[in-house]
């Protein structure tokens, strides 16, 4: 089983291995899963931090695999007036929903009553299965433990 315990950088011509994983699953700190080509995968990360897409564990063995975000069931938001993405960002916010914040539209992950809510702030609301990669938020440590 490979084993990670930190982050790291791929190099041009590095060879990795490939793990796809949900956001929830991607938030913790201790997690078993398999690689894309079937090998068994646990990784030990500091509490509190959230993989992200293209992140690159460094197991044990010398081992690199990179982290894909899996396509979840999500709402996306959008409207031609800025100002409503900002009431819908500043109402999803006040109630710390995890969200994917974009040029032209929100994410987050498919929920009837914020569907509700954003749609009577005057959005349109579209239903499909994408990556979710919210904003890890304003006191988030970002990356940690990599090689240099």
């Known amino acids: 089983m490979l084993e990670a315990h930190k982050l790291t950088h791929l190099h041009e011509g590095d060879a990795y291995l490939e793990v796809v994983a949900t956001f929830e699953e991607r938030q913790k700190s201790r997690?078993?899963?398999t690689t894309r080509c079937g090998k068994e995968l646990v990784w030990f990360?500091?509490?509190?931090?959230v993989l992200r897409e293209q992140d690159v564990l460094?197991?044990?063995d010398g081992t690199l695999v990179k982290m894909i975000c899996a396509d979840e069931s999500v709402s996306d938001v959008s409207s031609d007036d800025k100002f409503l993405l900002l009431r819908a960002a500043?109402?999803?916010?006040?109630r710390h929903v995890p969200l994917q914040i974009e040029k032209t539209f929100l994410r987050f992950q498919r929920d009837h009553v914020l569907d509700d809510m954003v749609k009577?702030?005057?959005l349109v609301v579209s239903h499909k299965e994408a990556p979710f990669q919210p904003e890890s938020g304003a006191y988030?440590?970002?990356?940690?433990?990599?090689?240099?």
């Open 140 to 148: 988030s440590h970002g990356h940690h433990a990599h090689d240099h």
């Open 120 to 122: 009577g702030l005057g």
């Open 45 to 49: 990360l500091d509490r509190g931090y």
């Open 31 to 33: 997690y078993r899963t």
């Open 90 to 94: 500043y109402h999803l916010g006040n």
């Open 58 to 60: 460094k197991c044990n």
